[in-house]
């Protein structure tokens, strides 16, 4: 499985290369490094590499280390995420976008019997948002996460830097 899912990763490399190749002015960059902007001042540390499929589709892996001991409520552990990201004006315009997302959870939250509970589940939700080019390689991405995480369905915001090679 290991294997397979490497194999698909360099496919998918590949394929963004000879793409970014034979399109016009709407050249995909091939790889982004994320980070969440809001994430530190609420104690959660996430960081994300990604690749496009095309010049309007992207998909990433994101991980995300949670320790909010000092704020409410308080939470301890990681995440790790699969995104696709669909741009519809494409990469090298500001607009809208929409991801989908899945992955897996292994985090503890003190409930307010001040007993902590463990979350080792699954995860997954959709995110509408906007794409803003800050420059030629710099975006700011801004969504909503709707979905199931920590045992239960969330909303929150989300605001990432991206840059792109």
């Known amino acids: 499985m290991k294997k397979k ?17 034979y399109v016009g002015n709407d050249v995909a960059p091939n790889i982004g490094i994320s980070i969440n902007i809001l ?8 960081l994300g590499i990604s690749t496009f499929l095309s010049s309007q589709v992207q998909i990433g892996l994101t991980g995300s ?10 939470a301890e552990g990681s995440l790790i995420e699969y995104r696709m990201t669909y741009y519809f004006s494409g990469i090298q315009k500001n607009g809208i976008t929409l991801a989908l997302s899945g992955g897996f959870e292994s985090i ?12 080792e589940d699954p ?11 800050i420059g030629k390689n710099l975006h700011l991405l801004a969504g ?10 969330q909303i929150k915001p989300e605001i990432s830097f ?4």
Request: hydrophobic share 35%; charged share 10%.
């Open 108 to 119: 503890e939250i003190k409930q307010e019997s001040d007993q902590w509970k463990k979350y």
């Open 65 to 74: 280390y949670y320790s909010t001991r000092n704020s409410e409520p308080q």
């Open 162 to 165: 991206i840059y792109f090679f």
């Open 39 to 46: 994430g530190p001042i609420f104690g959660i540390y996430s």
């Open 5 to 21: 899912l490497f194999l698909c990763f360099i496919i998918s490399l590949f394929h963004s290369k000879i793409y970014s190749q």
């Open 123 to 133: 995860i997954g939700g959709v995110i509408p948002g906007y794409n803003w080019l």
């Open 144 to 153: 909503l996460y709707f979905g199931y995480q920590f045992g239960s369905f």
